[in-house]
């Protein structure tokens, strides 16, 4: 039975990196192979776009992100009210199962789905939650060592976050890790499934390397031909570590030969900060070129500069490290986090994340030119198992062993681990906060319908036309 999904997360933007490149991969194989996929992300206004002959992305207008306002998101007001948007587009499309990718705002509609209590929907689906990173980085980087910070994320993820689902999907073992301390002690069994990220390797190989692309990125560097061209690909934020980037770019200088060049290909919330601090620290050295769209550039990046430097110890899982392997790039990496899961001492170098030991490791890959030639090349033979093609095909098929599993069939791949349950110690805990929070939401819902009426544009009208009603969205092919 081929099932229908819906796919709805606020980590969506023009310039982000691995969420939105995992969709637009999941829907290419969903096309390729007539899956019925919808995807609902937060936009500028309401807006439809048709991808492709089974895939459809609809827009929901929302207001910045408090935190990074380069993002959007989706507040719950958006799915709580009978007629809200979320709510139309569910009753429309009425996926078999969901799968919500936000550990926040999104999150309460995992829990209202799960018991039912959105009344204008009518049929239950499958509930999935999606971790793409760790609830206890994104904490500690937007708001710093707060006291009492990591007991709370882990109160969260256990109490709020994990039982709002049926089963979850985490991205890597270090992004797993804190959901397996999460289900431990919870009244109904759960399974979590670890299926890693990918990348678009069409694009990507040795073979872009050429005297005419070294030339074009000394020219945009302002370099020398005797200068070592370090290449950083991702987004600016400050979970992303870059003070050890930025901080190792003035070290490998402070010599004066050869000169060292950083080329950071990504946008972000704090790139004008890097921008400032680079002109005053390191001028001359560093050139931003913003989000690279045009993949053959990208790809002209990462076969013609000299080394790929990911300085995030805190990874969930690391495209642009991946792409720079199946580029014949060396890659120097911390030695913790996601990246991990693919980059080791045999075909990367995973060192400390300090000045010192990346320095060291870049030092190594000039001097021992042969070693690094042996790297690379087993590094290439790592990156061809994580083709775009091959994980978004496993995606899917995950897909319908979750929607086997909830129907009581066994999946043809089980979980890695499934939810430990409740001790006689934190059973009652469990059953009183399981009780609690049924209380919360059932008391929301009698204070939601009371109030839909007096909800801007609400109404119970769930015809697939009203959808394009709500500010006639446009539709692209």
């Not at 005053?280 to 931003?288: A, L, T, Y």
């Not at 013609?304 to 690391?318: C, M």
Request: hydrophobic fraction near 40%; glycine fraction near 6%; charged fraction near 20%.
């Amino acid at each position: 039975m081929a099932i229908k999904t819906l796919h709805i997360t606020n980590a969506w933007h023009a310039a982000s990196g691995g969420i939105a490149t995992f969709y637009q991969a999941l829907m290419r194989a969903a096309n390729r192979r007539g899956h019925s996929l919808r995807l609902v992300v937060p936009g500028a206004e309401d807006d439809v776009k048709d991808v492709g002959s089974h895939c459809r992305i609809y827009a929901v207008a929302a207001p910045a992100a408090p935190l990074n306002p380069t993002y959007r998101a989706i507040y719950p007001n958006q799915f709580l009210f009978r007629g809200s948007k979320v709510q139309r587009l569910l009753a429309v499309e009425q996926p078999d199962l969901i799968e919500i990718s936000d550990k926040y705002t999104l999150a309460y509609l995992g829990g209202l789905l799960r018991l039912r209590l959105l009344k204008s929907l009518d049929f239950r689906p499958v509930v999935v939650g999606l971790s793409n990173e760790r609830m206890d980085d994104n904490f500690r980087s937007y708001l710093g060592r707060v006291p009492l910070g990591k007991q709370f994320c882990s109160w969260y993820m256990h109490w709020i976050y994990f039982p709002f689902f049926d089963h979850h999907i985490a991205n890597s073992s270090y992004t797993a890790e804190e959901l397996r301390v999460a289900s431990r002690g919870h009244l109904l069994p759960r399974g979590t499934w670890i299926r890693h990220m990918g990348a678009d390797l069409s694009g990507m190989s040795p073979t872009h390397a050429s005297p005419a692309g070294r030339q074009r990125l000394q020219a945009l560097c302002g370099a020398t031909d005797d200068a070592v061209l370090l290449l950083y690909a991702g987004r600016l934020a400050p979970e992303k570590n870059l003070k050890l980037l930025f901080k190792l770019l003035e070290y490998l200088n402070r010599n004066g030969c050869p000169p060292f060049h950083l080329i950071v290909a990504g946008d972000g919330m704090e790139r004008r900060l890097w921008e400032q601090r680079a002109a005053e620290q390191s001028p001359g050295r560093v050139v931003f070129l913003g989000h690279i769209r045009n993949r053959k550039m990208l790809a002209m990046l990462y076969a013609n500069a000299d080394i790929f430097v990911h300085p995030n110890p805190h990874e969930p899982f690391g495209i642009a490290p991946l792409e720079a392997m199946a580029s014949g790039l060396p890659l120097v990496a911390p030695n913790s986090g996601g990246v991990t899961t693919y980059a080791s001492s045999a075909n990367a170098w995973t060192v400390p994340p300090t000045v010192g030991h990346f320095a060291e490791a870049v030092h190594e890959i000039l001097s021992h030119r042969e070693l690094a030639v042996e790297k690379t090349q087993l590094a290439l033979a790592t990156a061809a198992a994580y083709s775009w093609d091959r994980v978004a095909d496993g995606f899917l098929d995950l897909y319908q062993d979750m929607y086997d599993c909830f129907h009581g069939k066994t999946p043809s791949a089980p979980p890695d681990f499934y939810s430990l349950p409740a001790t006689p110690g934190t059973k009652q805990i469990a059953t009183w906060t399981a009780r609690l929070a049924q209380k919360v939401f059932a008391a929301t819902a009698r204070w939601r319908e009371s109030s839909s009426v007096s909800q801007p544009g609400a109404s119970a009208n769930t015809d697939p036309s009203k959808y394009a009603a709500l500010k006639e969205p446009r539709i692209h092919s």
